[in-house]
């Protein structure tokens, strides 16, 4: 196993794993379902895997205008180089659309 520090990295004092479920997101906050509020300067919001869903399945991103990435992707979802999406700044991807495909992909060991 390749060791990131990730361990290290959680027990840190401006560090925290919160684990439930969101219902709004702000832009230094993240409010919760039972009322409560996180304050955050970066979130990492992990979703689960539908290979052909993106985080689509599982929660919904508004760009600029009000436009839903869902709508916006259609049936063909597609990223810049499969991390940003014109319309939705400060929100990027990992294993976005064309990345992590079985015939190959951006992935590189």
């Known amino acids: 196993l390749v060791d ?6 959680m027990l840190e004092k401006n ?3 919160v684990n439930g479920q969101a219902t ?3 832009e230094h906050e993240v ?3 039972n009322g409560e509020v996180a304050i955050a300067d970066v979130i990492i919001y ?7 869903k ?20 259609g049936a ?14 400060n929100f990027f991807m990992t294993y976005g659309p064309n990345t992590n495909v079985s015939s190959g992909g951006s992935i590189v060991w």
Request: a neutral charge; proline letters at 5%.
């Open 4 to 9: 990131n520090n990730w361990c290290t990295m």
């Open 15 to 17: 560090v925290a794993l």
């Open 24 to 26: 709004e997101i702000k």
């Open 31 to 33: 409010l919760g379902k």
């Open 46 to 52: 992990a979703t689960g895997f539908q290979s052909t």
């Open 54 to 73: 993106f985080c689509t399945a599982s929660t919904k991103v508004i760009g600029k205008g009000g436009v839903s990435l869902e709508e916006e992707w």
């Open 76 to 89: 063909e979802p597609t990223a810049y180089m499969g991390m940003t999406r014109p319309n939705f700044p």
